[in-house]
Nanobody, 125 residues
Framework: QVQLVESGGGLVQAGGSLRLSCAAS????????MGWFRQAPGKEREFVAA????????YYSDSVKGRFTISRDNAKNTVYLQMNSLKPEDTAVYRC??????????????????WGQGTQVTVSS
């Protein structure tokens, strides 16, 4: 089956850190660009970060650059998002996604084929 399962969300105070994990099936993960998106109440889903299969391409949104780090462990079919210096504005449901056949990491949600259900991240001020 094609599936992605996120974990690691929770409640954290401003300035704190969280690490999100996304476990994928081998069929979904292998050869795919993996990305993280987030959606806050009343807002559209937005790009956060993405990483290519070979780790040669890594991209971040300007809002998280310097604070978040995306990585992947291909042997474990898992992608991670390390979030540091969290701000209340980071509060959202975070979802991982896979883009099949992408040569460079897409930043548009429309370019991703498979999605997880999401994990809630809440940052208190």
């Amino acid at each position: 089956q094609v599936q992605l399962v996120e974990s690691g969300g929770g409640l954290v105070q401003a300035g704190g850190s969280l690490r999100l994990s996304c476990a994928a099936s081998a069929r979904t993960f292998s050869g795919s660009v993996m990305g993280w998106f987030r959606q806050a109440p009343g807002k559209e889903r937005e790009f956060v970060a993405a990483i290519s299969w070979s780790d040669s391409g890594i991209y971040y949104s300007d809002s998280v650059k310097g604070r978040f780090t995306i990585s992947r462990d291909n042997a474990k079919n898992t992608v991670y998002l390390q979030m540091n210096s969290l701000k209340p504005e980071d509060t959202a449901v975070y979802r991982c996604a896979a883009a099949f056949g992408a040569r460079t990491p897409p930043t548009s949600k429309y370019d991703y084929n498979s999605w997880g259900q999401g994990t809630q991240v809440t940052v208190s001020s």
